[in-house]
């Protein structure tokens, strides 16, 4: 699923990496370059949700594949011919295919994770690899074919398309619950107003790592006096921080629970986008990163509590916090093009520092929610993913034994399903009955 994921999340990459290409090929003004990231981002975030809230309904793994290839070839088909309304059209397409895949990827990988948040972390990092890696897919093609050889970037969705189909046929097992299935837990209550909440943040952080996605390689050509590399570089550092980023998040929210890593990662990003502003010449590499870094902590841990906060309409949580709140940033690079080509890019960039406040403003009375996974672990008395750290052999919650379990021959443990019943208490001598279990006051009761 990690890897399927990099492949489709090549061509969100793609997008950005392509802009400096249109700029010198094509001669498109910051304004018409914005709007086709605009293009990829308009479509799916309108369909993003819808296609979340049909995963609520029905589970969908055929979606992977055909929505991996759809995302592909309109990537691929962006470079041919000169026509700028063409060059909208397929890339708006593209952004159609990622909007389809993620929605049921969500389900899919949290079903495989079991509610791990490092697993979960890994799958989030896959994006992050196709991030970092669509710089360099676009430099080997484009720098040297020019935009004409586009259609050899439709590699990796074919990759991509096998990967989902062989992750599917490894992930089907028989007797899955149908509330799994579908991706929604039919126990628990949807808090919506926590869920507002962390969306506002999520496009907080989505209008930002978009607006830079789409300019940093342009703006360091300016503030570090570089050329083409140094542009594609910092694309590059941007992308690959991103996933440093997201395995941290995953094992810090093991440690610490993801709220508060939430809450600490929006307020050091305020710092680190005010030195990719503000800071000139080399050590603005050094920012970039960890800009990237600070963005991509909390970009796993947002899908999981998403999906805790809606427990009822998981694969619409999906569909926001994965793609629609992460595509509302594309909306708002038309407007930091126009000012940037009324003012200066530095100027343009400057009001992205206090998006990430805002951010964190917004997480500050939320609290972590219960997760599915353990609850269900719990009842079956069987750990779930990163939430189990008790030892084998140790009790764990829902996993309550009686001096009469612990006299049974091994292999007689009573079945987890089993409905409790009270045992009365035991005289240690004689194990004679002296009460029932709830009425002991004394050591003397077993």
Request: with cysteine.
């Amino acid at each position: 699923m990690a890897l399927g994921h990099a492949c489709v999340d090549v061509y969100q990459g793609s997008v950005a990496a392509l802009v400096p290409y249109f700029v010198a090929e094509r001669a498109y003004s910051y304004a018409a370059a914005s709007g086709i990231v605009l293009a990829a981002s308009l479509l799916s975030s309108v369909v993003q949700p819808l296609f979340g809230a049909l995963t609520d309904k029905w589970a969908m793994p055929w979606l992977l594949p055909v929505s991996t290839l759809v995302g592909g070839a309109g990537v691929a088909l962006s470079g041919v011919g000169g026509s700028y309304a063409l060059t909208l059209a397929v890339v708006a397409v593209s952004g159609i295919g990622v909007a389809a895949y993620h929605p049921e990827a969500a389900r899919v990988a949290r079903l495989a994770s079991r509610g791990s948040h490092t697993a979960m972390g890994w799958f989030s990092l896959g994006g992050n690899i196709g991030f970092a890696t669509a710089p360099l897919l676009v430099a080997a093609v484009v720098a040297t074919g020019g935009l004409g050889a586009s259609p050899l970037l439709v590699v990796p969705a074919v990759a991509g398309a096998a990967l989902c189909v062989a992750a599917l046929r490894a992930l089907r097992a028989p007797g899955t619950a149908t509330a799994s299935a579908r991706g929604g837990h039919a126990d628990g209550s949807d808090d919506w107003p926590s869920f507002l909440r962390l969306s506002g943040a999520v496009v907080c952080r989505s209008i930002v790592f978009v607006g830079l996605s789409a300019f940093i390689a342009l703006y360091v050509r300016e503030r570090a006096f570089g050329g083409e590399f140094a542009g594609t570089a910092a694309l590059f550092v941007l992308y690959v921080g991103g996933a440093v980023g997201t395995v941290a998040g995953g094992r810090l929210a093991t440690r610490y629970s993801r709220v508060p890593v939430v809450r600490w990662s929006y307020a050091l990003s305020v710092l680190a986008v005010a030195g990719v502003v503000l800071v000139p010449g080399p050590a603005l590499y050094l920012f970039v990163a960890l800009t990237s870094a600070c963005l991509y902590v909390p970009f796993s841990l947002h899908i999981t509590l998403g999906q805790d906060y809606l427990p009822r309409h998981m694969g619409t949580a999906s569909g926001v916090t994965l793609g629609l709140t992460v595509s509302v940033g594309g909306l708002a690079s038309p407007l930091v093009g126009a000012l940037a080509d009324a003012t200066s890019l530095q100027v343009a960039l400057a009001p992205l520092i206090a998006l990430p406040a805002v951010g964190w403003l917004l997480l500050r009375p939320l609290r972590e929610p219960s997760m599915p996974e353990a609850a269900a672990a719990a009842a079956e008395g069987a750990p779930a993913g990163d939430e189990a750290t008790s030892a084998e052999g140790e009790a764990t919650p829902g996993d309550e034994t009686t001096s009469a379990d612990a006299e049974a021959a091994p292999g007689q443990r009573k079945e987890a399903d089993t409905p409790a019943i009270e045992l009365p208490c035991y005289d240690p001598a004689t194990r004679a009955p002296s009460a029932r279990a709830n009425d002991c006051r004394s050591d003397e009761g077993g």
